[in-house]
């Protein structure tokens, strides 16, 4: 079963627009944490943001927040005013710390910012 | 900061070749992955290892293999290339994960190597 899902394959945003790219995940393990990452066409996996299962608090890292709902196994991430290059695939993904330790990564969602 | 490195960006071999991808990081991290990517598959994973000398089969390890000799570096084996594995392959590396630990639980990755098999 899919631990990661990510409904949208492609978004749309204007620049100086904010846009929410949404995840759900599943799991019976009280703890584990969240990820955020940008891959933009060169490749490279960058790491955008954490959330752990037990933080009080969304996670914030400039732009970028994370609008985490537990009891909805939901951990959409919020880009707030875009920017070009900003454009991107974005993939959530999720870490238990108990069992395999294993990441396990969502399809992704193409993000394209027009200006 | 975390340095994930990957040997080779862009490589092309022929059908029956050896291939070796290799990635080190210099953060001594336990953990390493090689993962798969392709279009419209997201990311597969392929081996893992926990530490040194250890490796476990990930979700697709058939036609391929591993060695982690030094905790440093994770090669990639493809012991007889086929078309079929033309993909771009990602190495990831991490601290082992902890209680509520975003050091421990964030993994790093490489820039990818971008394989062709012709």
């Known amino acids: 079963a899919q631990k990661i899902t990510q409904t949208q394959p492609g978004m749309f945003v204007q620049e100086k627009e904010a846009v929410t790219l949404d995840c759900t995940y599943d799991t019976s393990d009280p703890s584990y944490g969240l990820f955020w990452y940008k891959q933009p066409s060169s490749g490279e996996m960058i790491f955008l943001i954490y959330?752990?299962?037990?933080?009080?608090q969304n996670a914030t890292e400039g732009r970028y927040s994370l609008n985490f709902q537990k009891a909805r196994k939901s951990a959409n991430l919020v880009i707030s005013a875009s920017q070009l290059g900003d454009s991107a695939m974005y993939f959530c993904?999720?870490?238990?710390?108990?069992?395999?330790?294993?990441?396990?990564f969502g399809r992704g969602t193409s993000l394209i910012v027009h200006p | 900061d975390v340095k994930v490195t990957q040997s080779s960006r862009y490589l092309v071999k022929r059908t029956g070749e050896k291939v070796f991808l290799e990635c080190v990081q210099d953060m001594d991290h336990e953990n390493m992955f090689w993962y798969r990517q392709d279009p419209g598959l997201g990311l597969r994973l392929i081996y893992f290892s926990y530490d040194v000398k250890m490796k476990e089969k990930g979700d697709i390890p058939e036609g391929y293999s591993v060695s982690r000799e030094k905790k440093e570096r994770f090669s990639l084996i493809l012991e007889s290339a086929s078309t079929n594995q033309t993909s771009m392959y990602l190495c990831?590396?991490?601290?082992?994960?902890?209680?509520?630990?975003?050091?421990?639980?964030?993994?790093?990755f490489g820039e990818g190597s971008w394989l062709t098999v012709v």
């Open positions: 993904a999720m870490r238990e710390v108990g069992g395999s330790y294993i990441p396990t």
């Open positions: 990831a590396s991490s601290l082992s994960p902890g209680l509520q630990s975003p050091t421990g639980n964030t993994i790093y």
């Open positions: 959330q752990g299962s037990y933080d009080q």
